[in-house]
């Protein structure tokens, strides 16, 4: 039989991807998530769906819980994985999600930059517990009882939770998109001519730069640490790929770069800056992560 509100179930898609992904810091896995969700809405009966008042809320808890499951488990994965790990970089938010961007100016704010690869890369080191409640309820406005119903604790309890994970996020506002984008172009044209003195001059002494090849791709193995050392590396790097273009894209809806070898992406790069300089790069090699990524 035709489910009557197919059309309203279908639309939450773009939400789930997008609540998923912040959950996970996987594209791949919060599509996985998604369609699994959707396999369960389709598995009840057509009175028990009749039951469900509020469908897009539904789908919303079954996929927290999906969720939740996954990142008690992710541990033990990640432990198995080649080298450093770093979340799935995502391209401009209309080619990953498709479609236009929020129209309230306030919610593009607050999910531009909850899929800022600093602010995932700080997710990642939470419990499941307190990921899940901080993203739920301060990215996405969930009241701390629509929190509990998918973590499994008192709403006080998820409380708790949200605000252990607050206190590990950064308060101060980092630098304009304008200011960033300005610093990754003066970042490539260095890059680009070898100009190791211009690189030094971009990056923080203190620095780190990490990369994620998964096995499936040349990358440095370890994280280097210190601007002077990132700067000789990178100026390798160049050497090595001379055939390389880079372009400056959106990265987790802030400036990068990303890297085309014959037609295909193969290194996305992403930036933490403050006061001027790059603290922090995220090279992104393993092909599988890569799979969002067009050349544009």
Known sequence: MDDPRLSSVVSERRQLIDLAYRLLGSLAEA??????????WYALSDGQRQEVTAPGAWLRTVAGRICLDL????????????????????????EWLGGPVPADPADRVTLDESIGMAFLVVLDSMTPAERVAFVLH?????????????????PAACRQLASSARRRIRTSH????????????????????????????????RAIATADSGGLA?????????????????????????????????????????????????????????????????????????????VV
């Open 31 to 40: 599509e996985d998530v998604v369609q699994e969700t959707y396999v369960r």
């Open 71 to 94: 990142l008690g488990s992710a541990r033990a994965r990640r432990e198995r994985y080649v080298g450093e790990w770093i979340p799935e970089p995502v391209p401009d938010r209309s």
């Open 174 to 205: 980092g630098p304009s998109s304008a200011q960033r984008a300005e610093v990754v172009g003066d970042f490539k044209q260095a890059w680009e001519t070898g100009d190791i003195e211009a690189l030094i001059g971009l990056l923080d002494p």
């Open 218 to 294: 040349p990358a440095f193995r370890h994280p280097i640490t210190g601007g002077e050392q990132i700067a000789h590396a990178w100026v390798e790097i160049a050497a090595r790929g001379s055939e390389v273009t880079l372009r400056e894209r959106t990265v987790n809806g802030q400036p990068g770069l990303v890297a085309e070898l014959a037609g295909a992406v193969v290194s996305v790069y992403a930036f933490d800056i403050a006061d001027g300089r790059i603290t922090r790069i995220w090279a992104i090699r393993n092909p599988e992560k890569l799979r969002p990524w067009k």
């Open 138 to 154: 301060d990215v996405f406005r969930y009241s701390f009882a629509e929190v509990a119903d998918i973590v499994g604790r008192t």
